[in-house]
């Protein structure tokens, strides 16, 4: 009856499984290779934890000389969204994450194709016939009303719910019985015939967790739904066999329904790959834990970082530290390295959840910032502003080599600047630069007063050279200071402070306020000499104007 069943429900599949392991060979690659695959649903929408899974996959597979795809899963079709393919590409490229086959943009790549799970249809379809062929898959005509009311019975008694055992009465329907419901016109969906029993527990070991215990699957889950599509437990079988995929990354909402995906290799009788089930992104709020929200967290999406300019290689290196402990104490020895360098392991990734937080990419994003060099950096600005932000790129192109050295004051040495962070914070960071838009943010310090202020700042007009060196220049400051009642003279100060209006930190800050309209600001003299004379002067000229 199995055959005839098979036929009756799959008249058209004329392939067999030979076919498909003759079309998709075993990988020649070294045993060690890993191949992993990316598997995300065109939804429009990509986060912070499609960047996590993707670079564990991307690690895995290239530390072991193997292979990274990307598969589009989009048998949802309401879910589907135009344009999610080429942001889901372009958004990982951004972020350094580029596959070696699988979907490109508006095309693929490979020889394990197709891979958008909608073109493979065929392929599905020839996994069930062979299951309903084997006695190990059969049609159900229940409806999804039917569902819900199996549903409501089985929570009234306080059962599991599903389509099992007793409940699941189309399991016993006789070949003439579903015959005559096919030949009325009665949609049906394709069930697994599951022999298992969740009294038995096994012991299986995943790549992040270790040994986990896994009680069998009973559930006659669905495999196709009435429109002949797979749903993710038999695609992904289906898939992850066929493209010869070693290791599954994906998060731990699918460790539930594991029972089903190993029964399905079992009756498919595949080998079946590593799984590896990735903890959710966390954060703290208000002291309690909990996982970040597309709805609630802008932060968890990626457009995010993309708009105010975070250097992918500052979120990359985040995410490593997110990733294995023991990274950040390797980076402190490898200053210099690439993170492609530090042998990543799944076993030594946390499996119950990962701490995100905004403030320690932050700072890493400076460490790293400190590590790149001025120009990469100047490039970098330049093409995140020529997409998000016009008024900056205009001034990033007419002034980009005086930028770079203004960006370059203080970098060298053993402690170099760490306080650029991402591009909106740099250009909000050197504002103080152009005259476009220029204010003055801060006001005067206290000890300064206002007629104080134009007499320091006559006097520095009078004296100022652009040819000075730095130490000429901070003479003259002295100079000034000690000539208007402040003093030069730091010990005495802090002796006799009654004798003085302030030290020179205070004439220096305010000929700092006029320049460069903050009180904080990298080294004045070396803005100056990018500035040039006339800059200067006019900058202090306007600012005597508007005290
Ligand atoms: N399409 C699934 C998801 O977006 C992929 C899960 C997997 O990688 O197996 O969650």
Known sequence: MSRELAELLFPNVDKTLDYYENLFPERNLDKKAKVTRLGPSPTGFIHLGNLYGALVDERMAHLSGGIMLLRIEDT???????????????????????????????GERGLYGPYRQSDRKEIYQTAAKFLTQKGLAYPSFVSEEEMAEIREQQEKEGVNTGYYGKWA?????????????????????????SNGDPEVAMKFIDG?????????????????????????????????????????????????????????????????????????????????????????????????????GYFPQAVTEYLMTLMNSNYEEWRMKNQDKSYMEFAFKTKNMSSSGALFDLNKLNDISKDVLARISVDKIVDILISWAEKFDDKSYKLLI????ELIKLLSIGRGGKKPRKDLMNCRQIMEFISYYFDEGFEYVDSLPERVSKEDAKVILNSYLKTYNQNDTNEEWFEKVKTITDNNGFTSNNKE???????????????????????????????????????????????????LEII
């Open 398 to 401: 007419k002034y980009r080599e």
């Open 169 to 193: 009465t189309d399991r016993d329907l006789s070949f003439n019985e579903i015959k005559s419901k096919i030949n009325n016109g009665e949609s049906w969906t394709l069930r697994l015939r």
């Open 208 to 308: 992040i967790r270790g040994e986990i215990t896994v009680r069998q699957n009973n559930l006659d889950v669905v495999l196709l739904k009435q429109n002949g599509i797979p749903t993710y437990h038999f695609a992904h079988v289906v898939d992850d066999h066929f493209m010869r995929i070693t290791d599954v990354v994906r998060g731990e909402e699918w460790l539930s329904t594991l029972p089903i995906h190993l029964e399905l290799f079992y009756v498919m009788g595949w080998r079946r790959p590593n799984y590896n089930h990735t903890a959710h992104l966390m954060k703290v709020e208000n002291g309690n834990k909990r996982k970040l929200s597309k709805r609630k967290d802008p932060e968890l999406s990626l457009e995010y970082y993309m708009k105010d």
């Open 76 to 106: 949802d079709d309401k879910r589907k969204v135009e344009g999610s393919e080429e942001l889901i590409i372009n958004s990982l490229k951004f972020f350094g994450i580029e596959f070696d086959e699988g979907v490109t943009i508006g």
């Open 493 to 543: 100060f802090k002796k006799n402070p009654e004798q003085f209006k302030g030290n020179i930190t205070d004439v220096s800050t305010a000929i700092r306020v006029a320049v460069v309209g903050r009180q904080q600001s990298p080294d004045l003299w070396n803005i100056q000499q990018i500035m040039g004379e006339t800059r200067v002067k006019n900058r202090i000229n306007k600012y």
